[in-house]
């Protein structure tokens, strides 16, 4: 990773990689960063026998103009990247947007599935209000 020259702060730079255990976020600010960083990550996965899985690569292109994506794809070493409209990362949706609408549904969405998971546990006279609470707060982070 330290080859991918990835301090510094986007605004400054014209790439920036996140990394977190397996999960990589590319950020650059033209197509061409893009293609050359992914080929620099590709090339260090392959020296210590990692592979990047095409099925999960995808790519977003944020600009100040609004548009959807028209099913358009990238071509980088032989590898096809789509581009998406939205994605997930550590848990947090992105969208080409910048909204968090769908953020704030999503989570609202599986508090509720986690309390209902529960529900006869919640409701149970054999356990104190200070448990559910403690429960309730550690399956909603889920």
Same mark, same amino acid.
């Given at each position: 990773?330290?080859?991918?020259?990835?301090?510094?702060?986007?605004?400054?730079?014209?790439?920036?990689?996140?990394?977190?255990?397996?999960?990589?976020?590319?950020? =650059?600010?033209?197509?061409?960063?893009?293609?050359?960083?992914?080929?620099?990550?590709?090339?260090?996965?392959?020296?210590?026998?990692?592979?990047?899985?095409?099925?999960? =690569?995808?790519?977003?292109?944020?600009?100040?103009?609004? =548009?959807?994506?028209?099913?358009?794809?990238?071509?980088?070493?032989?590898?096809?990247?789509? $581009?998406?409209?939205?994605?997930?990362?550590?848990?947090?949706?992105?969208?080409?947007?910048?909204?968090?609408?769908? $953020?704030?549904? $999503?989570?609202?969405?599986?508090?509720?599935?986690?309390?209902?998971?529960?529900?006869?546990?919640?409701?149970?006279?054999?356990?104190?209000?200070?448990?559910?609470?403690?429960?309730?707060?550690?399956?909603?982070?889920?």
């Amino acid at each position: 990773m330290k080859k991918l020259e990835m301090r510094g702060h986007i605004s400054m730079r014209l790439k920036q990689v996140c990394v977190y255990a397996d999960d990589i976020v590319l950020v =650059t600010r033209t197509e061409q960063a893009l293609i050359n960083t992914f080929q620099k990550l590709k090339q260090e996965a392959i020296k210590y026998g990692l592979v990047i899985n095409q099925n999960k =690569t995808k790519y977003m292109k944020h600009s100040r103009v609004q =548009t959807k994506v028209k099913n358009k794809e990238i071509e980088i070493e032989g590898m096809r990247i789509e $581009e998406v409209n939205s994605a997930k990362y550590l848990r947090t949706i992105m969208n080409v947007d910048n909204l968090i609408e769908e $953020e704030i549904k $999503e989570r609202i969405a599986a508090g509720n599935r986690s309390f209902f998971a529960n529900k006869k546990i919640f409701q149970s006279e054999l356990i104190t209000r200070k448990t559910k609470e403690r429960l309730y707060y550690m399956v909603s982070d889920q």
